[in-house]
């Protein structure tokens, strides 16, 4: 069925430093693959996003990675910073349907 | 451009009661789909409307009905309250097609 593992479920990081979120997706007709950030009291924001026929996308400090073959993809984030605490969603766009099935999400903590 | 507008932002309901949620897409947008959210489910989907048409459904109880207008604003019923379907319910409107879904700060419904 469709489905999307992410891990960790939370993630604690010192500030300046890289965090990384994973996941997994199953089934292989997905061809896009968003990430979300959600603050507290909002909707989901897209950061990031990225199409089966790309390995990997970077945007200023952020970057996704796509293995098409394993049916993973990670979120990578550099010089973290305190307004980078947020719950992280990956996400999964079943081909076909305009249905996104997303991940458990990241609650992310930057430590100052 | 203003963003997915939802209203209202907060309801509470009792159970047996019914409820409409709002909706009104990114201008020009013509697909919305609405995602139910709970901490122990997490973002799940509900159905997408395109043109006036629900085109996808997700696996929730017929007492989840939408509907969408000639101007692209959506609504979203739900009949019959349960305790169970206290949550954020969000919408996210797209141009269509495999393009990116920009989410509203949703609705939270608290059923008592």
């Known amino acids: 069925g469709e489905n999307v593992e992410q891990h960790p479920s939370t993630l604690s990081v010192q500030e300046g430093d890289s965090a990384v979120i994973k996941c997994t997706y199953s089934d292989s007709a997905s061809n896009y693959f968003p990430w979300y950030k959600q603050e507290l009291g909002k909707g989901p924001q897209l950061i990031i996003d990225i199409r089966s026929n790309v390995g990997e996308k970077k945007d200023q400090r952020i970057a996704v990675t796509l293995n098409k073959t394993a049916k993973h993809f990670s979120l990578h984030i550099t010089e973290t910073q305190p307004e980078d605490s947020a719950v992280y969603f990956c996400?999964?766009?079943?081909?076909?349907?305009?249905?996104?099935?997303f991940g458990q999400g990241t609650r992310l903590t930057i430590n100052p | 451009k203003a963003g997915v507008t939802q209203t209202p932002r907060y309801l509470i309901k009792t159970r047996g009661q019914q409820v409409t949620l709002s909706c009104s897409p990114i201008?020009?947008?013509?697909?919305v789909s609405w995602y139910q959210q709970t901490p122990g489910q997490g973002l799940q989907f509900l159905f997408e409307y395109f043109s006036e048409t629900q085109r996808n459904k997700g696996n929730f109880p017929g007492r989840f009905s939408g509907r969408q207008f000639s101007n692209s604003r959506s609504e979203m019923n739900v009949s019959t309250l349960e305790l169970g379907d206290s949550a954020l319910y969000l919408c996210a409107s797209s141009s269509g097609g495999q393009n990116i879904q920009y989410f509203g700060a949703g609705t939270r419904l608290s059923v008592l």
């Open positions: 201008s020009g947008h013509r697909s």
């Open positions: 996400a999964a766009l079943i081909q076909g349907a305009q249905k996104l099935v």
